[in-house]
């Protein structure tokens, strides 16, 4: 985003980075944030072969999974959640309580699933699977034949089956198109929490371990391919397709040749063999169509570049695959701009982008999924783009558990996109007041605060389980427009400055780890320098508003050349916040912050020139809709 000086100048003023009347309140900083971490590893190595006939995946592979917690693990829990996506499982039954038909009446060949074809293996031990949910069964338990000690590590062997449903949703199949998106027996986290091995339903979403794929695909000869990570061996297709331009750029040496002596299998006839390797990621997805159209292109990182403690590639790849009849809206290189444009833009919030290429591809179902290093989206808007591109960063490469905290990623990434497209109320605001600095807030219409009622009244804290959430719809709420207006609320608290230091901060110390509420708000308090417990709390785990009322309110002159106004303070919401208080003269606004922690108090404002108007919050920074009664002199 290209801010001018001027409304930066602003932003400063109406959002000042460190808050005096905060000085001095609650306790010191949380520094203790990686207490008790750690990160598992599950490196995988696959061999998938697609059977179009069955519309089928047939495949095989070893997980090499390394215990660095400090427990002795005596199980193993793996997802396949792929059996989300038929009769019988939670998800279905999720969308019959709610009223929703998609898979709960799926019958064969339609629905998807994913199923072992044999035992698997540790260590060369065949070992059974158990279904502690069933009939869903989304989740796989493995006991282990001996204890997995701290700094061990097992070799676990799958063979699998695995098909997308006909109805797409996060995958799905039509015709010779496939979307395969957590297709492979996925081991569950292991984390300070213990083993997360939730179910997959409706509203929540995923939660992967780090590791190393080395993903080999057998495909019929005409299929154009697009995966995490890079092609390393085999033709991916894309030469074949590309509407214009130069060669696409491979980056077959990104990580410095194939991870180990693996065999590449010889393809049957009328079948080809492409090799992909991906580093550092939580999980590997795939799409084919034999009608895939290719555009390509790269982001060339400016330099100098931020020093990070992993690999960053002068050059990032862009793959870009479309259908037929998507020329005039993909093509044209519009989705390739579009991507290398928020890849920019999220490189100035967070930092470097962690890996070597970042793939857009147009998959089946509306909407749009985000896995490391590609989206697969069912437009090519830009706003899209911008919030699945996020994601592989506030997801992705900040890798947090969407399944128990959605907001940390759905939220976030639903503000920054906003931010980008100067939509939030900071942006409005300082582009309103850059060019009449009398400018204030509308009061806002009766619809608008009709909508806030009803948002309010079935609202439930925002740091609820996903699965906890009454229904899909408040899910969708709270994590989604709710925890975008906290992060609002938040960047109102520190400042601006300040909220732009916090994410690059936060990036470069947990980028591709694990992070939840505590490393957050960790990041928070380091920048902002005073703690914001009460914050977090009243956001997080209690349903409210921020609404605060003006009371009386004195104006009078001391001498020529200086007005004082005094007014009372008194919060009546449930939210604290350093409510905004502005005294608009002749010539703008005069701004003054509120103390957060006072629920009664008096502030004085001394202006040089006559107040013609007090207002409480008038530039609409925080969530409080009951502006058009907080103000002097009042609305006739």
Known sequence: MRTSARVALLLAVICPALLRAQRGTGTSPVSGDTIGYWQQRANYDITARLDEERHTVVASGTLRYTNNSPGVLSELYVHQYLNAFRPFSKWSDADEREGRTRFQNLEDPDFGFERFTSRPTVDGVPVNVEYPGAPDSTVARIALPRPLRPGQTITVSFAWEARASTTPRRQGRRGRHYDMAQWYPKVAVYDRGGWQHNALVPAGEFYGEFGDFRVTLVLASDQVVGATGVPVSGDPGWDRVKQGGSAPLLQRAAYGGARGAVAVPVAPAGMRTVVFEAKDVHHFAWTVDPEYRYEGGSYVRAQPRAKMSFPVWDTVAVHVLYRPGDDSTWGGARVVRRTVDALTWLEQVYGPYAYPQVSAVHRLDGGGTEFPMMMQNGSPSFELILHEGGHIYSYGILANNEWRAGWMDEGLTSYQTSWRLGTTRQERAASALSTDPRWMAP??????????????????????????????????????????????????????????????????????????????????????????????????????????????????????????????????????????????????????????????????????????????????????????????????
């Open 443 to 636: 009061d806002p219409a009766p619809a608008a605060l009709q909508r806030r009622a009803q948002l309010m009244a079935s609202a439930e804290p925002v740091s609820t389980s996903a699965d906890l959430f009454r229904s899909f719809t408040v899910y969708n709420t709270m994590v989604y427009n709710r925890a975008e207006d906290m992060y609002s609320s938040l960047r109102d608290v520190i400042g601006d400055a300040t909220f732009r230091r916090l994410w690059s901060e936060y990036y470069s110390r947990w980028a591709l780890k694990h992070v939840d509420r505590v490393s957050l708000q960790a990041s928070v308090e380091r920048v902002h320098g005073a703690s914001l417990a009460w914050f977090f709390d009243q956001w997080l785990d209690t349903v409210g508003e921020v609404q605060y009322s003006l009371q009386d309110v004195t104006v009078s002159q001391k001498r020529p050349g200086e007005w004082v106004t005094n007014v009372r303070l008194v919060r009546v919401g449930a939210y604290r916040h350093p409510m905004p208080l502005g005294i608009l003269t002749a010539t703008g606004w005069t701004f003054v912050r509120a103390d957060p922690m006072k629920d009664d108090q008096r502030l004085t404002i001394t202006t040089a020139e006559q107040p013609d108007l007090v207002r409480l919050d008038p530039l609409a920074l925080t969530d409080d809709m009951r502006a058009d009664s907080q103000r002097w002199p009042p609305v006739p």
